[in-house]
């Protein structure tokens, strides 16, 4: 299996995201790339927003934000511990394939600190479960998000 490792994303990376934002399998689920790199960047400056990029070996593969859960408005996580850590992610063309692998080492990481871990895809984004399925993600539960969007809930616990 190959290593990953994860980096903090800086202001120099953004060129990089813009190009990843507007591959077509990534701008399905992540609209408008402008806009998205807009709220990437804002979040630069949350103090509780983590942004990664994900390695392996020296090529960036893919870009992962986590967060505590609780922290902003998203009510279809409400039942979940109160340390859990709520994860977006997305894959650069050349990560396709690694999705699984990198996320499931991240979060071996991350459950180091936390109990649980959670990602929130659309229902019918079947890659992306299949990949967070790899992972160690596993849930059934439909619920809306903060916006009203369906969103499936998937937990990897300790």
Same mark, same amino acid.
């Given at each position: 299996?190959?290593?990953?490792?994860?980096?903090?994303?800086?202001?120099?990376?953004?060129?990089?995201?813009?190009?990843?934002?507007?591959?077509?399998?990534?701008?399905?689920?992540?609209?408008?790339?402008?806009?998205?790199?807009? #709220?990437?960047?804002?979040?630069? &400056?949350?103090? =509780?927003?983590?942004?990664?990029? +994900?390695?392996? %070996?020296?090529?960036?593969? *893919?870009?992962?934000?986590?967060?505590?859960?609780?922290?902003?408005?998203?009510?279809? #996580?409400?039942?979940?511990?109160? &340390?859990?850590? =709520?994860?977006?992610?997305?894959? +650069?063309?050349? %990560?396709?394939?690694?999705? *699984?692998?990198?996320?499931?080492?991240?979060?071996?990481?991350?459950?180091?600190?936390?109990?649980?871990?959670?990602?929130?895809?659309?229902?019918?984004?079947?890659?992306?479960?299949?990949a967070y399925e790899k992972a160690g993600f596993?849930g059934e539960t439909i619920r809306k998000d903060?916006?009203?969007?369906?969103?499936?809930?998937?937990?990897?616990?300790?």
């Open positions: 299996m190959p290593d990953y490792s994860f980096r903090p994303v800086t202001r120099d990376d953004l060129p990089m995201l813009a190009e990843w934002l507007k591959a077509p399998a990534v701008a399905e689920w992540w609209p408008d790339p402008k806009h998205q790199l807009a #709220l990437i960047t804002e979040d630069l &400056d949350q103090p =509780a927003m983590r942004q990664l990029i +994900a390695l392996h %070996g020296e090529t960036p593969v *893919g870009y992962a934000q986590h967060f505590p859960a609780h922290e902003w408005d998203a009510p279809h #996580l409400y039942d979940l511990p109160q &340390d859990a850590i =709520a994860i977006d992610v997305f894959n +650069a063309p050349e %990560g396709w394939g690694y999705g *699984g692998a990198w996320l499931r080492a991240l979060g071996d990481l991350l459950l180091r600190e936390v109990s649980a871990l959670v990602i929130d895809p659309a229902p019918e984004n079947a890659r992306a479960i299949r596993h903060g916006e009203g969007q369906l969103a499936r809930i998937m937990t990897r616990l300790r």
